[in-house]
């Protein structure tokens, strides 16, 4: 298979990159963007010396065509176009969030400007998600908070076991933010401090995390989403919590955990009493996850670590890819994080 990566100087360009590399199955067509077009990629992705030597080409459907799968790395807002002028012949994966939105209102809300129609959401935990991602020739990435929320809170509520009122308060890595040049990113305002950003429901991942669960648990979900920023390049720890259904007790919501969890190949609940941290997926295409119950407060709470990069971005794409094109759902794609 050929695979084409628009948006290839970025960070999730580069994260695509690494991964298919290690894919026994891709090989790696044609890479573009935008002002870097006409520069080698060794500029950009140092950590990639078997393609250093690559040009970089302008992002155009005529670049782009030709090739079996095409990822879309780009910003908000530059996918659809593009992908509308590639035919069904090519699968085309949207990183961005141009189509992961089923609600037009929504996507004006939040995003403003025309919406592009909602693809197959590449999450393949979610109940029922692995058969519509079969065959599959458009794939939306989901953002990286939706995944970690959505890999945390589908199991307590495919199960019943929580109430529609969930509150997330989630730490990020800065790559989250892509790699141009942003105030509250700079090394001096970023090192040795956490920042929260996007208060008051605001933030754009809140209706595609309200969107997921609210199909998980067949009613309305409401979200309270705070996102933070924490001084690491990678990873994303997100603390997730919804009152309790009647009756649950900590030994039918692990029991639940646990078998709907037990067949996926990249999502693990951590032993009792070990609580996730970012180290333990970095790099991989895992999540991390811990459940517990407040028996307190009455809340089901779930905390989950992923890579921003990995599972949040460029893996979660390619497994899903992998199921589009009937391949087996782990090919090339890191199970082990980097310790410690
Ligand atoms: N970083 C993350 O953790 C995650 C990112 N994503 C999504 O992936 C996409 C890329 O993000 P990320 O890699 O972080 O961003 P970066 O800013 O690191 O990279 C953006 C890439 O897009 C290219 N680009 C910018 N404008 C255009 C344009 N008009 N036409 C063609 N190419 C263009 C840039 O090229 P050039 O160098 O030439 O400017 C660069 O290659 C975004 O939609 C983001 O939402 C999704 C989940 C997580
Ligand atoms: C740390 C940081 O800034 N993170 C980004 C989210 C990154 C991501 O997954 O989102 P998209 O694909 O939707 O851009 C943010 O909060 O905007």
Redesign the pocket.
Same mark, same amino acid.
């Given at each position: 298979m050929r695979a084409a990566i628009?948006?290839?100087?970025?960070?999730?360009?580069?994260e695509l990159l690494r991964i298919l590399l290690g894919h026994p199955e891709f090989e790696i067509g044609a890479l573009? *963007?935008?002002? =870097?077009?006409g520069s080698r990629l060794g500029a950009?992705q140092p950590h990639l010396p078997q393609l250093a030597d690559r040009v970089?080409e302008d992002?155009s459907a005529e670049t782009l065509a030709g090739h079996d799968v095409v990822f879309?790395?780009?910003?908000?807002g530059?996918?659809a176009a593009v992908a509308a002028q590639l035919g069904d012949e090519t699968v085309v994966v949207d990183?961005?969030?141009d189509h992961r939105l089923t609600d037009p209102a929504a996507w004006q809300e939040f995003y403003g400007g025309e919406h592009a129609g909602s693809w197959p959401y590449g999450l393949p935990e979610l109940p029922g998600q692995r058969q519509i991602l079969t065959s599959a020739t458009r794939i939306a990435?989901?953002?990286?908070y939706p995944t970690s929320v959505l890999l945390a809170l589908s199991p307590a509520f495919a199960a019943g076991l929580a109430e529609p009122d969930v509150v997330v308060v989630a730490a990020?890595g800065t790559?989250? *933010?892509?790699? =141009?040049l942003k105030p509250n990113l700079l090394g001096s305002e970023v090192m040795g401090s956490v920042s929260a950003y996007g208060v008051g429901g605001v933030h754009r991942h809140t209706p595609e995390m309200e969107q997921g669960l609210s199909a998980v648990a067949g009613t309305p979900v409401r979200v309270s989403f705070t996102p933070t920023l924490a001084p690491m390049s990678r990873g994303i720890l997100a603390t997730c919590s919804a009152p309790a259904a009647r009756g649950v007790t900590k030994e039918s919501l692990r029991t639940a955990y646990e078998v709907a969890l037990k067949e996926e190949p990249f999502v693990k609940l951590l032993p009792e009493g070990v609580w996730p941290a970012t180290s333990m997926t970095y790099g991989a295409n895992t999540a991390a996850l811990q459940v517990t119950l407040d028996e307190r407060a009455g809340r089901v709470v779930a905390v989950i670590a992923i890579d921003?990069?990995t599972k949040?971005?460029a893996g979660g794409a390619v497994q899903s890819v992998n199921i589009a094109l009937g391949l087996p759902e782990e090919l090339g794609l890191p199970l082990t994080g980097v310790a410690p």
């Open positions: 628009a948006g290839a100087s970025g960070y999730a360009g580069g573009t *963007a935008a002002s =870097s077009a950009h970089i992002t879309l790395a780009l910003p908000h530059h996918s990183c961005g969030a990435v989901p953002g990286c990020s790559s989250g *933010a892509g790699k =141009s921003n990069l949040g971005t």
